[in-house]
């Protein structure tokens, strides 16, 4: 708990950034997160929200700068070891195993912190909670894209992270399944603190929470999601100037 | 969890085959036993790369490095010891060993399916071009002579533990080696029943997953492929056993290609099919061998050519395929999934 300056962080990154040879990605970005929050990371596409997230998972090794989760650097670990730590992350493309069935899939997810019983009845309870009972035994490989999308979200769920960091969750899916997927997340935010990706504006109303726009490698605004669509400058970025329809 | 035929059938299976490894050298002639004891070393580095390869999803075209070094660290230490026990031990953790230094720099250094199989490939071949430039009376280790290509001939084989006097017959290295075989495949039938196991197959099926849901995946890849270069090297020492003989020959390009077709021949994801590919390809190979019309390399060729066209999953996935659906349970029941036969 040294480094911290304020413990209510959960997350906190000081000046982190990437770059790819001369292109900049990320700049520097100085982001906080308080524990229990939903925090959404929107902006136009290149904006390094991507980029940014896969810094935080230790998918991608920044350039320069510090993260620190509950005070300890994660910065530059392996992604195994961030995920050790109590973070559990979701892909933008499903990243299940797609020759195991449903339940095994929760199972694996569950028993990385606990015992073989427990986790047994974990993977049933999160069955149940992301509504795939009757497919269980089924490989996830011959399942629905949204249902794959639950799986994996399922598999956070079961291993019970502190912290949950989604890309794009709702990409590719019909509003129905956008709809369970928003409770879903809900549901998650009630044990965990979640940071949500996504450009979808329909799937930000929904769950709502604070959202921090990327623009250029960079912060550009944070707020509501009321605060932030009526901001002059990111509609300027976001929609060219654009009303934000949704809304 | 209840006891169900996917349990049931591995361990009933063992112990018919222990039965019958126990009172075949009383029914056969030598000459079929020596040829089933060969058969049967073989099997055991099948299974070593159907581990590997089909549940641990490393694709490794040096197998033979493992069999080789294995057989070439029994000869050199038994030449020098005399007693038969540690040079088995000695058989089992040099191929471990090595694979594990191979191990933590291909998998620590993050290099993928591809050049993994190049890699080990290559290792291969260089051990083939060491041992066979080992000729003459400089190349020596203790008193065992390298022999270059000419080989290693007369090398002692196993004993009664710590007593060397008491040499087995051929008629007991046929049990232990049969015995071997059903240990290990029960043993890693265990190994992926545990979690360890489980795990091992979830990083086949997604490595990025595995790694997300905070498995460490270069540390069970590495794991996995040193305990397959000890069972390879196991098969290593029980051939040398066999013939009293190893030669470079071990670590030739056929000898590297024969295990990958057992073990496609087989179906990957399996431990049983590998075996019995194994031993139903060199009963056929030994047929072919005594007429003189077909080449058995053209025959070899045209089974692995038909297996990758027609059935790419392999011989046992197929059957019980074909079981299911003709004894028909739901036909989904679950293709990829994993039975450790």
């Known amino acids: 708990m040294s480094q911290l300056e304020s413990p209510m962080n959960l997350l906190e990154t000081q000046g982190l950034g990437v770059s790819f040879g001369g292109v900049h990605a990320v700049k520097a970005v100085d982001f906080t997160l308080q524990s229990g929050e939903l925090r959404c990371l929107i902006g136009p596409n290149g904006a390094g929200k991507s980029t940014f997230f896969k810094m935080l998972s230790g998918q991608l090794k920044p350039t320069r700068g510090l993260c620190h989760f509950k005070g300890q650097r994660i910065s530059g670990l392996a992604p195994h070891q961030v995920a050790r730590l109590g973070i559990g992350i979701k892909t933008q493309a499903p990243s299940v195993f797609d020759g195991l069935d449903v339940l095994e899939n929760l199972r694996l997810a569950a028993s990385r912190l606990q015992a073989p019983g427990e986790a047994r009845d974990t993977a049933e309870q999160t069955l149940e909670r992301i509504g795939l009972t009757e497919l269980r035994s089924r490989p996830v490989g011959d399942l629905a894209h949204g249902q794959r999308q639950w799986v994996e979200l399922g598999m956070i769920l079961a291993s019970r992270p502190t912290l949950v960091l989604l890309d794009e969750p709702a990409a590719g899916m019909t509003y129905q399944e956008v709809r369970k997927t928003a409770a879903l997340i809900k549901e998650i935010n009630a044990q965990s603190t979640v940071v949500v990706v996504e450009h979808d504006m329909e799937f930000i109303r929904l769950i709502a929470g604070t959202v921090t726009v990327f623009n250029q490698g960079a912060v550009l605004a944070q707020g509501s999601f009321a605060q932030v669509t009526q901001d002059p400058a990111v509609r300027e970025a976001y929609l060219g100037k654009q009303e934000i329809k949704h809304a | ?341």
């Open chain 2, 1 to 341: 969890m209840p006891v169900d035929t996917r349990t049931l059938l591995p361990v009933l299976g063992c112990v018919m085959a222990a039965v019958l490894v126990a009172v075949l050298p009383q029914w056969l002639d030598l000459f079929t036993l020596l040829s089933l004891t060969i058969y049967l070393v073989m099997a055991l580095l099948a299974l070593s790369l159907a581990f590997i390869w089909g549940f641990g999803g490393i694709l490794c075209f040096g197998q033979a490095a493992f069999f080789g070094l294995g057989a070439y660290a029994y000869a050199i230490g038994v030449l020098n010891i005399g007693d038969s026990t540690w040079p088995v031990v000695l058989a089992i953790a040099v191929p471990a060993l090595v694979a594990a230094a191979m191990g933590y720099f291909m998998f620590y250094g993050g290099i993928s399916d591809v050049y993994l199989g190049v890699i080990t490939l290559a290792v291969t071949l260089i051990l083939f071009n060491v041992m066979n430039s080992t000729s003459g009376s400089e190349y020596q280790i203790g008193s065992a002579l390298l022999g270059g290509f000419n080989g290693i001939p007369a090398i002692p084989t196993l004993n009664v533990p710590f007593n060397p006097d008491h040499v087995l017959e051929p008629e007991t290295l046929f049990q232990v080696i049969g015995a071997t075989l059903i240990l290990c495949y029960l043993g890693l039938c265990g190994l992926l029943a545990s979690r360890f196991g489980k795990v091992v197959v979830a990083i086949r099926e997604n490595e990025q997953r595995a790694g997300l849901l905070g498995y460490d995946t270069r540390l069970h890849k590495l794991i996995v492929f040193s305990l397959g270069g000890g069972i390879a090297g196991l098969a290593g020492c029980l051939f040398a056993n066999w013939g009293a003989f190893v030669s470079p020959g071990v670590f030739g390009l056929a000898q590297s290609a024969q295990i990958i077709i057992w073990v496609i021949v087989g179906g990957r994801g399996t431990l049983f099919g590998p075996i019995l590919a194994c031993v139903g390809i060199q009963a056929l190979m030994a047929r072919l061998g005594e007429q003189q019309h077909v080449d058995s390399g053209f025959v070899l060729g045209l089974i692995l050519l038909t297996f990758v066209m027609l059935l790419p999953r392999g011989l046992l996935p197929a059957l019980s395929t074909l079981a299911t659906r003709v004894v028909k349970r739901r036909p989904q029941a679950t293709p990829a999934q994993e039975r450790a036969l």
